[in-house]
């Protein structure tokens, strides 16, 4: 009896037991294989390399990329990154102030899965010999008005109040937002009269989109807060309006093409829109990696135009 309980209870046994429950209960996609003898079978594991990334001090006067938005800056690009990473780059977690080697998934992002911002990193940690700390902290499904008078503002102070802390100053916030106030593809006036009694509209077919005024003003907002913490910074915004069947909302676009215009350090950092098909996003509307290797490209370009990566110096204008 002593011998079958200590058959069973084995340590190669344990760790299918603990890998395979642990990757069904978390929900992690297969990154890995493993090959257990119990006896004389032959167990094939899959699982997900879930060890966390190691802890390191923040690096001196390292060069900043702060990252925000909705979901397409939020950690859902699928798959993961196949890339090492460099040890000059890393990650910043917001939520406890520590620095960490870069893993994906990002501990600042919401989601699990990749993140549109680790290609363009890459690019960055190829070309930089300086440390490199990306911060992430976009929300999936969220609109500018809760950035910039709802919680997520709160969100971002929080955000500036413990990068302030860390002592590291952002050279780049880049901004991609805008699929969540775009008008929807099913949208239209008339379904408000077809609203039955004692109950409200809600759903897609009531998203008319945001004016290019109050997208604006809420952008506006964000910027401003951004540049009276950090009056050195650049600010990006993509050009990302699109998600699913929805096409290109213009009344968004405008306004984020505008935003350039009405500060200084105000750039577009990329035409997110123009990244369109199943190729490129997945589900179409999260990027896939093919679409966030796209996307960092853009960022790559629009930002080489403002720093002399080779150098690490500003490019005067």
Known sequence: MKKIFKDIFSKKLLKYIILTTTTFLLGFSIQKIDYIKFKNIILKIYYKDITGPKKVICPKDPFVIAYFGQSNSAGYVKPLSKSEFPKNLLQFDWRTGNCYQYKEPLYGSEGKFGNSITDYALLLAKTIEYPIVIVPFGKAGS?????AYGYLYRKFE??????KLAKLNPHIFLWHQGENDSRSFDADESNFYKVPYFRGPSGSK?????STIDYEKALSKIINKSKKEFPDSYFGVALASR???NKPWESIRIAQRNSSKLFKKVFISADSDSIYGTKYRYDECHFSRLGSIKLGEMYFESTSK?????TFKKVDN
Do not use: Y
């Open 158 to 163: 929080i955000v500036l109040e413990q990068l």
């Open 206 to 210: 009531f998203m008319l989109g945001m």
């Open 143 to 147: 609109s500018i008005n809760l950035w």
């Open 243 to 245: 998600c699913g069947r």
């Open 306 to 310: 403002l720093f002399n990566f080779k």
